[in-house]
C-alpha cells in the first residue's frame, strides 16, 4: 500500500499537469498520497509484523475522512451542501474512531496509542465545531491534524532509527573507545556506556556529537517548525496562505518602545533555545573531557563552577538575544535593571551571599565526589549548587549545607589530598602477651586487606602499609593501635573486616582478648 500511494502521487505529477482544473486536483491528491504514504512508511519502519494490521485500522478512520474532504475540495461542493453533509458524516467516523481505538489499542505501539488518542481528540473537536455551524473551521481543524500527524510520524520514525543506530553501531563504537583508556578515566566514563541517548554527560563527545546534535537540537527543531509549517500547509487548501502569512507576522503583543512579539518571532526564540542548549552542552562536554584528562588528583574533576560559568555565559547571550529580537529597547532594559539591582540587592541578600560563598567553594575548597565532615555528618558531596552544597551521608541520606554555613565552618576534606583515611583501631591483650608475635600476627593477617576494588585501587594504602603500635599500660590489658590507611568512602565496611580479621587470629593462636572484671565478697553477718 505505501508503494502504491507512493507510485500514485509521482505518477499523478507526471501527467496531469496542464488543465488548471486538472492542476489544482491533481496537486491536492498527490499532497493527499505523500501524506499517506509517509504514515504508511513510517509504521512499515517502526511497528512489529504483528502490530501492522492493528496500526493501518486504528488510522484508517482519520485518513479516509481526509481524502473525503479532499474530494469535497476536488469537486467544489457549496459551502451550504458541506454544512449539510459533513457534521454528520464527522460524527460517523469520530464514533468508528472511537471504536477501533478501543479494540486495537493494546496492540500498537505506546506512541502510536498517544497519537491516536490525540487524533480523536482533535475529531471530537472538529465535529463540535461543525455541530455548531463553523464547518469551515472544523475542516481547517482537520486538515491541519492531518499535515500534523504525518510530521509527528516522520519525525517518530527518524527518532526511531535513531535509536537502533544507537544500539547497532554508536554503543559498539563507543566500548571500543572505552577499552583504550585508563582506569579512572573509564570509572568516570561508565555511565556513559549505558545509554548515550539517556546517561549521556558528554564524556565521547568526540565520537557522539553528530548523533547529539540530530537528537537533541534537530529533533526537537523539526518538531516545533512542523506546528507552523503544517498550518501553512493546511490554509493553503483553501487558499489563505496569505492569510496565514499575515497571522504568523502579525504582532500580537505590541507595546512601542517596550515589547513586539508574533508568532514568528516565537518561533525564532524556540530555534535559538535549542540551538544555544547544545551549545551550552558541547561547551561542557569538551571542557569535561579536558580535565578528565589532565586532572590528577583522586576525585572527580572539578568541573562545577565551569559548568556554571558557561551556562551563565551562553544563556546570557541567548537571552540578550531574545531582547533584541523582541525590540526590547536598551534604555527600557536599563531602567528595569536599575529597579531590579536595587530591590533584589535588599530582598535577597542571603541569596547573594551564598551565592558568593558558593562560587568560593567551587573554586578548589570542595569538589564534587569529594569526602568531608562537617558538624559530625560525614559524607560524599553530590552537587554544588549557588545556594547550598549537597552531601550523601553514608546512610543514604542527604543533606543540604547552605554555602554560607559551610564556608564559615572548619570543615574536613577527606579526600582532597588523596583518597585514603587513617584508621586506629584499639585492641587490648593480656599482660604476658608477647607484643612483637601479636605484631607480626595481625599485620600478616590484615594484608588480605590490601586487595583492590572494582575500580582497581587498593583498599588499603600498601605504600603506608598496616602498623600495630603500643598505646598504654591498661587496667586489665595491655592496649595496642592497628593503624593503617584506607579507602574513605569504604572505611565503614574495611573496619569491619579487619575487626573481624583481628578478633579470629588472636582467638586462632590463643591470645587472650582481656575484658574489666570484678569480684564481689558477699559477707554473711550471724544473726542475733
Given at each position: 500500500?505505501?508503494?502504491?500511494?507512493?507510485?500514485?502521487?509521482?505518477?499523478?505529477?507526471?501527467?496531469?499537469?496542464?488543465?488548471?482544473?486538472?492542476?489544482?486536483?491533481?496537486?491536492?491528491?498527490?499532497?493527499?498520497?505523500?501524506?499517506?504514504?509517509?504514515?504508511?512508511?513510517?509504521?512499515?519502519?517502526?511497528?512489529?509484523?504483528?502490530?501492522?494490521?492493528?496500526?493501518?485500522?486504528?488510522?484508517?478512520?482519520?485518513?479516509?475522512?481526509?481524502?473525503?474532504?479532499?474530494?469535497?475540495?476536488?469537486?467544489?461542493?457549496?459551502?451550504?451542501?458541506?454544512?449539510?453533509?459533513?457534521?454528520?458524516?464527522?460524527?460517523?467516523?469520530?464514533?468508528?474512531?472511537?471504536?477501533?481505538?478501543?479494540?486495537?489499542?493494546?496492540?500498537?505501539?505506546?506512541?502510536?496509542?498517544?497519537?491516536?488518542?490525540?487524533?480523536?481528540?482533535?475529531?471530537?473537536?472538529?465535529?463540535?465545531?461543525?455541530?455548531?455551524?463553523?464547518?469551515?473551521?472544523?475542516?481547517?481543524?482537520?486538515?491541519?491534524?492531518?499535515?500534523?500527524?504525518?510530521?509527528?510520524?516522520?519525525?517518530?520514525?527518524?527518532?526511531?532509527?535513531?535509536?537502533?543506530?544507537?544500539?547497532?553501531?554508536?554503543?559498539?563504537?563507543?566500548?571500543?573507545?572505552?577499552?583504550?583508556?585508563?582506569?579512572?578515566?573509564a570509572g568516570a566514563l561508565a555511565l556513559d556506556i549505558i545509554s548515550p541517548s539517556k546517561k549521556t554527560k558528554g564524556n565521547h563527545i568526540e565520537i557522539t556529537w553528530m548523533y547529539d546534535l540530530f537528537n537533541k537540537t534537530l529533533v526537537p527543531l523539526f518538531i516545533v517548525l512542523s506546528i507552523l509549517f503544517c498550518v501553512y500547509?493546511?490554509?493553503?487548501?483553501?487558499?489563505?496562505?496569505?492569510?496565514?502569512?499575515?497571522?504568523?507576522?502579525?504582532?500580537?503583543?505590541?507595546?512601542?518602545?517596550?515589547?513586539?512579539?508574533?508568532?514568528?518571532?516565537?518561533?525564532?526564540?524556540?530555534?535559538?533555545?535549542?540551538?544555544?542548549?547544545?551549545?551550552?552542552?558541547?561547551?561542557?562536554?569538551?571542557?569535561?573531557?579536558?580535565?578528565?584528562?589532565?586532572?590528577?588528583?583522586?576525585?572527580?574533576?572539578?568541573?562545577?563552577?565551569?559548568?556554571?560559568?558557561?551556562?551563565?555565559?551562553?544563556?546570557?547571550?541567548?537571552?540578550?538575544?531574545?531582547?533584541?529580537?523582541?525590540?526590547?529597547?536598551?534604555?527600557?532594559?536599563?531602567?528595569?535593571?536599575?529597579?531590579?539591582?536595587?530591590?533584589?540587592?535588599?530582598?535577597?541578600?542571603?541569596?547573594?551571599?551564598?551565592?558568593?560563598?558558593?562560587?568560593?567553594?567551587?573554586?578548589?575548597?570542595?569538589?564534587?565526589?569529594?569526602?568531608?565532615?562537617?558538624?559530625?555528618?560525614?559524607?560524599?558531596?553530590?552537587?554544588?549548587?549557588?545556594?547550598?552544597?549537597?552531601?550523601?551521608?553514608?546512610?543514604?541520606?542527604?543533606?543540604?549545607?547552605?554555602?554560607?554555613?559551610?564556608?564559615?565552618?572548619?570543615?574536613?576534606?577527606?579526600?582532597?589530598?588523596?583518597?585514603?583515611?587513617?584508621?586506629?583501631?584499639?585492641?587490648?591483650?593480656?599482660?604476658?602477651?608477647?607484643?612483637?608475635?601479636?605484631?607480626?600476627?595481625?599485620?600478616?593477617?590484615?594484608?588480605?586487606?590490601?586487595?583492590?576494588?572494582?575500580?582497581?585501587?587498593?583498599?588499603?594504602?600498601?605504600?603506608?602499609?598496616?602498623?600495630?603500635?603500643?598505646?598504654?599500660?591498661?587496667?586489665?590489658?595491655?592496649?595496642?593501635?592497628?593503624?593503617?590507611?584506607?579507602?574513605?568512602?569504604?572505611?565503614?565496611?574495611?573496619?569491619?573486616?579487619?575487626?573481624?580479621?583481628?578478633?579470629?587470629?588472636?582467638?586462632?593462636?590463643?591470645?587472650?582478648?582481656?575484658?574489666?572484671?570484678?569480684?564481689?565478697?558477699?559477707?554473711?553477718?550471724?544473726?542475733?
Amino acid at each position: 500500500m505505501a508503494g502504491s500511494v507512493i507510485l500514485f502521487a509521482v505518477v499523478v505529477m507526471r501527467l496531469f499537469m496542464s488543465h488548471n482544473f486538472i492542476l489544482m486536483a491533481s496537486k491536492l491528491l498527490v499532497e493527499f498520497a505523500c501524506l499517506v504514504g509517509a504514515v504508511l512508511m513510517s509504521l512499515l519502519i517502526r511497528a512489529k509484523g504483528s502490530q501492522i494490521k492493528s496500526c493501518f485500522v486504528v488510522y484508517s478512520p482519520i485518513l479516509l475522512m481526509g481524502f473525503l474532504i479532499i474530494m469535497f475540495r476536488i469537486i467544489f461542493i457549496t459551502n451550504n451542501l458541506v454544512e449539510v453533509l459533513f457534521p454528520p458524516v464527522l460524527l460517523l467516523f469520530t464514533i468508528w474512531q472511537w471504536f477501533v481505538m478501543r479494540r486495537h489499542k493494546a496492540k500498537i505501539p505506546a506512541s502510536d496509542t498517544s497519537y491516536t488518542l490525540i487524533s480523536f481528540a482533535v475529531m471530537i473537536v472538529s465535529c463540535a465545531a461543525s455541530w455548531y455551524g463553523y464547518s469551515l473551521l472544523s475542516v481547517q481543524i482537520f486538515i491541519w491534524w492531518i499535515f500534523q500527524l504525518t510530521a509527528i510520524q516522520a519525525i517518530t520514525c527518524v527518532n526511531d532509527m535513531t535509536k537502533k543506530y544507537e544500539i547497532r553501531y554508536l554503543m559498539s563504537k563507543i566500548r571500543k573507545h572505552e577499552k583504550g583508556i585508563g582506569t579512572k578515566a573509564a570509572g568516570a566514563l561508565a555511565l556513559d556506556i549505558i545509554s548515550p541517548s539517556k546517561k549521556t554527560k558528554g564524556n565521547h563527545i568526540e565520537i557522539t556529537w553528530m548523533y547529539d546534535l540530530f537528537n537533541k537540537t534537530l529533533v526537537p527543531l523539526f518538531i516545533v517548525l512542523s506546528i507552523l509549517f503544517c498550518v501553512y500547509l493546511a490554509a493553503g487548501i483553501f487558499d489563505l496562505t496569505e492569510s496565514c502569512k499575515v497571522v504568523f507576522y502579525k504582532n500580537f503583543i505590541n507595546i512601542p518602545d517596550v515589547c513586539e512579539l508574533s508568532l514568528w518571532k516565537m518561533l525564532i526564540v524556540s530555534v535559538l533555545l535549542f540551538i544555544f542548549r547544545f551549545v551550552s552542552y558541547v561547551s561542557k562536554a569538551l571542557y569535561k573531557k579536558y580535565r578528565l584528562s589532565h586532572d590528577t588528583g583522586n576525585g572527580d574533576a572539578n568541573i562545577t563552577l565551569a559548568n556554571n560559568l558557561i551556562s551563565i555565559v551562553v544563556w546570557g547571550a541567548f537571552f540578550i538575544f531574545v531582547l533584541i529580537l523582541l525590540h526590547v529597547p536598551k534604555s527600557g532594559i536599563s531602567i528595569v535593571t536599575a529597579g531590579l539591582a536595587t530591590g533584589v540587592g535588599f530582598a535577597m541578600k542571603d541569596v547573594l551571599e551564598n551565592f558568593f560563598y558558593g562560587m568560593s567553594l567551587m573554586t578548589g575548597r570542595i569538589r564534587v565526589g569529594d569526602f568531608i565532615e562537617c558538624d559530625g555528618i560525614r559524607g560524599k558531596v553530590d552537587s554544588i549548587t549557588y545556594q547550598s552544597t549537597q552531601v550523601i551521608t553514608s546512610d543514604g541520606c542527604i543533606i543540604a549545607f547552605l554555602n554560607s554555613s559551610l564556608f564559615n565552618k572548619n570543615f574536613k576534606n577527606l579526600t582532597r589530598n588523596h583518597g585514603y583515611e587513617l584508621v586506629k583501631l584499639p585492641i587490648g591483650v593480656a599482660y604476658g602477651a608477647n607484643i612483637n608475635e601479636v605484631r607480626s600476627l595481625l599485620v600478616d593477617a590484615l594484608a588480605a586487606l590490601e586487595k583492590p576494588n572494582k575500580e582497581g585501587i587498593s583498599q588499603v594504602d600498601s605504600a603506608k602499609g598496616i602498623s600495630v603500635i603500643l598505646d598504654e599500660f591498661g587496667d586489665n590489658s595491655v592496649n595496642l593501635y592497628v593503624i593503617f590507611w584506607t579507602l574513605v568512602e569504604d572505611k565503614l565496611r574495611i573496619c569491619g573486616e579487619a575487626k573481624e580479621i583481628i578478633y579470629n587470629t588472636l582467638t586462632k593462636n590463643e591470645i587472650d582478648i582481656p575484658f574489666p572484671q570484678r569480684t564481689v565478697y558477699i559477707k554473711e553477718f550471724p544473726q542475733k
